[in-house]
């Protein structure tokens, strides 16, 4: 069952999923930057370590 949390609530470490056009991709965030429109998220796919 999926969780929905505010963005602002995301913190290093933390694993989202998000929905591609070929399926589901987890991924590990690595880096989380706060700007004036928004927020910038990095992270590692789970699976194979891509950035």
């Known amino acids: ?3 929905i949390v ?3 609530s995301l ?3 933390n694993v989202v999923e998000l929905p591609t056009r070929s399926g589901t991709v987890a991924i590990r965030l ?3 930057t706060y700007r004036v429109n928004g927020i910038k998220f990095t ?3 789970t699976r ?3 950035q």
Do not use: C, K, N, Y
């Open 11 to 13: 913190e290093v470490g």
């Open 30 to 32: 690595t880096q989380i």
């Open 48 to 50: 194979d370590s891509t």
């Open 6 to 8: 505010l963005a602002e």
């Open 43 to 45: 992270g590692r796919e």
């Open 1 to 3: 069952m999926p969780v």
